[in-house]
C-alpha cells in the first residue's frame, strides 16, 4: 500500500472528506489492532465484574441493572468486533475505507463501555422482594422494658422520631434487630407499614453515602450527581409511604432535609429511629422521645455469660465465686460478657479461672477513661488469644473500613502475605487461614455475615486503641487525598486507605515511614499517578496493594523497594509499565491480574523467592517460560494463554504444585 501515501496528497484538494477516507483506508490495520487491544482491555474488565459479582450476588440480592445492561453491551460489542474482524479479513481493496470508518467508531464505543464499567460500588442490590429480611438475632437478655417503650413510640401516632441511646457495646443494634424483626412479623398479618428500612450510619459519616444506602434500601435507581436533587428525590418517595427508617450507629448530627428524609409527623404516621452512643446527637436531630439502654443487672449478667460459656461450669461447686466475681468485673456490658464468656468457654480447672480473673482486674485498671474502660475488658479477651500470629490477624481486620463485610478467602489472602499463617503449601495456609478465622468468630472476636465476616465497631475501636501508635486507617471515609508528611509517624507499622477517592499522590508526598510494612490504596479507582518521591523513604514496606486503582505505570523508585514481599497490581486495566524488578528478591507475591502490560516485567527471574506469580492478562504478548526453573519456589502459577506465545515442556509443568492457564 506504499502509493496511498502519495495518493492521500494529491487528493487534499478534494477537501477533508476524501483525505479523512483515505486515511481511513490507510490505517485500517492500525485501528483493527487498536480494537482488539480495547476489547481485550474490556473483557478483561467484564471477567474481573463478574468475579465481583459472583462475590456479591447471594439470596436475597439482585444485580443492579446498569451493571445487566452494561454485561449486555459487552456481549454485543464483543459481536460486533468479531464481525468486523471476519469482514478485514476478505475486505476488497475499494470496500477499506469504509471497513476503516466502523473500526474507529467501534473503537470509541468500546471506549465509552470501558468507562461505564468502572463501577466504584456494590454491584447488587437488596431483591425487593425479599426485603425486609429478618435478621440472624443474636440471644437478647433483659431489655424487656426498653423494648416495649420502643414498641409504644412505634405504635403511637403522636411519636414521629426516636432516638435509642447508650454505650458503645450495650446492646442497640442488637435490640434494634429484634424490633426490626418483630416489625415484619406484625406486619405479615396486620400491615402497619409499607416499607421496614434498615441503614448503618456508622463513624464515617458522610450525606451522598448515607443517600445512596437508603436509595439502595428502597431500590431506587439512578439518583442524581447533586446532593440537592438527590435529597428531592428520595423525599418525594418516602412521601408516598409509610416507612419505618432505622438508622444505626448514628455518630454526628445531620439535617434531615439535607439528606431526603421527610420529618415523621401525625399525618404521614412514618417512623425514624436513630441509635446512637450519644443522647446529644439524638437531639440535635430532632428526636420526640430518647429511650436510653440501661446496662443488665447482675443476674441479667449471670445469664447471657451462662449462654455462652455453657451451664456445664455450674458443675463444678468451686467455680461458682469465681464465676460471680469475673461477672462483676464484666460489669454488666453485654458484649464484654459475650467477648469475655466465649473466652473461658470448655475451661473448667478452677486454677486457669482464678487466673483468669486476676489478668481481667489487672486489664480494667490499665486503662482509663469512658469508652476505654471496655476496651480494657476486651483486650482481656484478645490477650488470651496468647498466639501473636492469632492476634495479628484480628487486628488486620480494623484496616477495613468499619462495619464492611470482609470476604473471608480475601482476608487470608492477606495473612498469607503477612506471613501470620507461618509456612507451607497454599492448602495449608489456607486451611490454618479458615481455622484461625471460625476462632475468631467462634471467640466472638469476629462475627460471621453469611460467607463473610464483620467486625463489630466496638472491637474496631479496641484494635485500634491497641495499635494506635502503629496503625493509620483512614479507609472508606471518602478521603480526596493522602495524609501530609507529618503525619506520618515514624512508628507507624500498617497504612490502609483502601476505598477512597485519592487522585493523585504528589511529588511534594514522601513519608519519613521507615517502619511502614504494609500500605493498601487498593480501590482507589480515580488513582491515576503516584510520584517517584512516595515511596523513596519507605525501606522496611512488604506488602503494596494497589488493586483497582487508575494507575498507568509504577514509579521506578518501587525498584528499590528490596523488602517487598507482595506486589498486588490486580484489576489496574490502565497499568502499561511496571519498573525492573531485579532487586526484589525478597517479593513472594505478584499479581497483574487484568493489567495493560504487554511483557512480563524485566527483571522477573531474579524473583527466586516467588511463590505465587498471576499473569493472566490479555495484553500480555509473550509469556518466557525459559524463566522458570529460576522460580524454584513457586507454588501457583496463572496465565492466560490465548493472546501471547507459551512455550512449556512437560518436565516444567510438572514442578507446579498448583499451576493453570486460562
Aim: glycine content about 6%; hydrophobic content about 40%; proline content about 3%.
Amino acid at each position: 500500500m506504499e502509493f496511498v501515501g502519495p495518493i492521500c496528497e494529491a487528493l487534499k484538494c478534494l477537501g477533508d472528506p476524501t483525505c479523512t477516507y483515505i486515511e481511513h483506508h490507510r490505517k485500517l490495520e492500525d485501528r483493527m489492532n487498536d480494537l482488539l487491544a480495547k476489547q481485550r482491555q474490556l473483557n478483561a474488565m467484564k471477567r474481573d465484574v463478574e468475579l465481583r459479582i459472583e462475590a456479591e450476588l447471594r439470596w436475597g440480592r439482585l444485580l443492579r441493572k446498569e451493571v445487566e445492561n452494561w454485561l449486555l453491551e459487552v456481549q454485543t460489542v464483543n459481536g460486533k468486533v468479531q464481525e468486523v474482524d471476519k469482514r478485514k479479513q476478505n475486505v476488497s481493496c475499494f470496500s477499506r475505507g469504509r471497513l476503516g470508518k466502523q473500526v474507529s467508531q467501534t473503537v470509541e464505543e468500546v471506549k465509552e463501555i470501558i468507562d461505564q464499567g468502572r463501577f466504584t460500588g456494590a454491584l447488587v442490590i437488596d431483591d425487593p422482594s425479599t426485603a425486609g429480611v429478618p435478621f440472624q438475632l443474636e440471644h437478647l437478655e433483659g431489655e424487656t422494658e426498653v423494648i416495649e417503650d420502643i414498641w409504644k413510640h412505634l405504635m403511637s401516632d403522636e411519636i414521629g422520631m426516636v432516638g435509642v441511646c447508650g454505650m458503645g457495646g450495650i446492646g442497640k443494634t442488637t435490640i434494634m434487630k429484634h424490633i426490626h424483626d418483630q416489625l415484619l412479623e406484625e406486619t405479615k398479618s396486620k400491615p402497619l407499614f409499607e416499607k421496614i428500612i434498615w441503614v448503618t450510619v456508622s463513624q464515617d459519616f458522610n450525606i451522598t453515602r448515607l443517600q445512596q444506602d437508603i436509595a439502595d434500601a428502597m431500590n431506587i435507581k439512578d439518583l442524581p450527581e447533586s446532593e440537592e436533587k438527590r435529597a428531592a428525590v428520595l423525599r418525594n418517595k418516602l412521601r408516598q409511604i409509610r416507612y419505618v427508617l432505622i438508622l444505626d450507629d448514628v455518630w454526628e448530627g445531620f439535617v434531615l432535609e439535607k439528606v431526603g428524609i421527610p420529618e415523621p409527623i401525625s399525618s404521614n404516621r412514618s417512623k425514624l429511629v436513630l441509635t446512637s452512643r450519644l443522647k446529644e446527637f439524638c437531639k440535635s436531630i430532632g428526636c420526640h422521645e430518647i429511650v436510653q439502654v440501661p446496662l443488665l443487672s447482675f443476674d441479667e449478667s449471670m445469664n447471657l455469660f451462662l449462654v455462652h460459656t455453657g451451664h456445664e461450669v455450674l458443675k463444678v461447686p468451686s467455680l461458682e465465686k469465681i464465676l460471680g466475681d469475673i461477672v462483676r468485673e464484666c460489669d454488666r456490658l453485654p458484649l464484654a460478657i459475650k467477648v469475655i464468656a466465649s473466652s473461658m468457654k470448655g475451661i473448667y480447672d478452677v486454677v486457669e479461672w482464678r487466673n483468669a480473673l486476676t489478668e481481667l482486674r489487672n486489664h480494667v485498671t490499665s486503662v482509663k477513661g469512658t469508652d476505654k474502660e471496655i476496651y480494657g475488658r476486651l483486650k482481656f479477651s484478645f490477650d488470651r488469644l496468647k498466639d501473636l500470629n492469632i492476634q495479628n490477624c484480628f487486628l488486620y481486620c480494623s484496616l477495613y473500613p468499619e462495619d464492611y463485610r470482609i470476604p473471608r478467602m480475601e482476608l487470608i489472602e492477606y495473612w498469607i502475605d503477612e506471613r501470620f499463617l507461618e509456612m507451607g503449601s497454599r492448602q495449608q495456609l489456607h486451611d490454618r487461614g479458615h481455622t484461625i478465622l471460625n476462632r475468631l468468630i467462634n471467640n466472638c472476636l469476629l462475627e460471621k455475615a453469611g460467607d463473610d465476616v464483620k467486625m463489630h465497631d466496638v472491637m474496631r475501636d479496641m484494635a485500634l486503641y491497641i495499635k494506635q501508635l502503629h496503625f493509620i486507617v483512614k479507609a472508606g471515609t471518602g478521603l480526596e487525598e493522602l495524609p501530609s508528611n507529618s503525619e506520618w509517624k515514624k512508628d507507624v507499622e500498617r497504612a490502609s486507605f483502601m476505598m477512597n477517592k485519592v487522585s493523585e499522590i504528589p511529588l511534594s508526598l514522601s513519608p519519613n515511614c521507615g517502619n511502614l510494612s504494609t500500605l493498601l490504596l487498593k480501590m482507589n479507582v480515580s488513582l491515576k499517578r503516584i510520584s517517584e518521591s512516595f515511596f523513596q523513604q519507605l525501606h522496611s514496606l512488604s506488602i503494596l496493594d494497589l488493586s483497582y486503582t487508575g494507575i498507568k505505570q509504577l514509579p521506578n523508585s518501587v525498584s528499590n523497594l528490596e523488602t517487598l514481599n507482595a506486589l498486588v497490581l490486580r484489576g489496574c486495566c490502565n497499568l502499561r509499565y511496571v519498573p525492573s524488578l531485579e532487586k526484589l528478591k525478597a517479593l513472594r507475591k505478584l499479581d497483574l491480574r487484568d493489567t495493560a502490560i504487554k511483557e512480563v516485567p524485566k527483571g522477573l527471574e531474579m524473583l527466586v523467592n516467588l511463590t505465587y506469580l498471576d499473569l493472566s492478562t490479555e495484553s500480555l504478548k509473550e509469556f518466557p517460560m525459559a524463566i522458570l526453573p529460576q522460580l524454584s519456589c513457586l507454588q501457583y502459577l496463572i496465565f492466560y494463554s490465548k493472546s501471547c506465545t507459551v512455550k512449556l515442556d512437560g518436565s516444567e509443568a510438572a514442578r507446579f504444585k498448583e499451576a493453570r492457564e486460562i
